[in-house]
């Protein structure tokens, strides 16, 4: 078998532990660089600095144009994409992808484009499904595709989903990756593998359906789905059996997390509509006491105006606060918020 050349990483939730037992566990010398991605936000990270302490090979956030050195483990940086372009690392604060940045896929899909059958991707433990469709391109290139067994992940969503849409080539244990990658990179792993071709297959066309009624009303569908990032128009596609949206502006989506991300963006709005009814009662009570002792009637209006806001306020607030279904592919929807640990 070839040896591997690169060895891309991606992690969310419950990732700052793994990568440091992972890191602990490495030799000094395994002949690749090690490129991750971990789920920070804009916040600030540490996390090269604890796996500096956790084991022998450097860690540093990546600079933007740097070469990539063997026995060095790159790290994306707050708020940040890191990718690979043309033999180096860059860094853009481009669109988020799966409401992330840095995110997992943009590094997964770079690592396949300049490295091919050369690449090792891995998914460990995190929410939702980050990673997933990079880590397909990984795999279709003839790349080694790995996920971390669910079973083993704190928070198993995005191996889960890894294994459910990609021809994985392992999924095992974090305690078993060391001594996996050490193999990979040396080009000692004797496991035979099949050739991955896997098409990207197009939107199917949709099927037409009686419309949608909404009390007796028809539901006159939307001409296009917005982002809920920017607002533009989304178009969708299928990725094996992964369907993405995208946007003109570069914001993407897989179906999980868009609904997700739809939900948050229809949250907010709704609470933010609450916030001005209650401003407006307040400023119509406002107004009653007023015009008190000047103009009764026009008193009483300004309180009737008063008490339909807060009304109206009120029954939205329930609106929100009541349960909503979210399909999820991969389990129960929960926010992937960044580990507690990351810094």
């Known amino acids: 078998m070839a040896r591997s050349s690169i060895i891309a990483i991606g992690a969310s939730a419950g990732g700052v532990r793994v990568l440091c037992s992972l890191a602990s566990d490495l030799p000094e010398t395994i002949g690749v660089p090690i490129l991750i991605v971990l789920h920070v936000g804009s916040q ?3 996390l090269p600095a604890l796996l ?15 070469p990539i050195l063997a026995d ?16 180096r690392l860059r860094l853009s604060r481009g669109p988020k ?14 690592v396949a484009e300049s490295y091919g059958p050369a690449a090792v991707g891995i998914v460990l433990t995190g929410n939702q499904n980050d990673g997933t469709v990079g880590l397909f391109e990984i795999a279709r290139r003839g790349g080694i595709a790995i996920a971390q067994h669910p079973d083993d992940a704190a928070y198993p969503d995005m191996p889960r989903s890894a294994a459910a849409h990609v021809p994985l080539d392992y999924t095992e244990p974090l305690a078993v990756m060391p001594n996996l990658l050490v193999e990979l990179a040396s080009g000692k792993d004797g496991k035979n593998r099949k050739e991955k071709a896997v098409p990207i297959t197009p939107k199917q066309p949709e099927i037409e359906e009686d419309p949608e009624m909404i009390e007796s009303v028809p539901f006159e569908r939307p001409v296009a789905i917005t982002c809920p990032e920017c607002g533009g128009a989304l178009h969708s596609s299928e990725v ?24 948050d963006k229809m949250e907010q709005m709704m609470r933010a509509a609450v916030r001005f009814l209650n401003e407006r009662a307040e400023f119509c009570l406002q107004m009653a006491e007023q015009t008190y002792s000047v103009e009764p009637a026009l008193c009483a209006s300004w309180q ?3 008490r339909q806001a807060l009304d109206r306020a009120y029954k939205l607030r329930d609106l929100v606060e009541q349960d909503w279904i979210t399909p999820e592919a991969t389990g129960a929807r929960a926010a992937d918020k960044p580990d507690p640990l990351s810094f």
């Open 44 to 46: 600030q990270s540490v």
């Open 240 to 263: 094996g059996t992964i369907i993405k949206f995208d946007c003109h502006i570069g914001h993407s989506y897989t179906a999980e997390t868009m609904a997700g991300a739809q939900f």
């Open 72 to 87: 060095h483990i790159y790290v994306a940086p707050p708020d940040r994409h890191m990718v690979i372009a043309n033999g």
């Open 304 to 306: 009737a105006a008063s």
């Open 52 to 66: 500096n302490a956790a084991g022998p090979l450097p860690a540093k956030h990546a600079e933007d144009g740097e």
């Open 97 to 110: 992808e799966n409401c992330a940045r840095p995110a997992i896929d943009p590094l997964f899909r770079s």
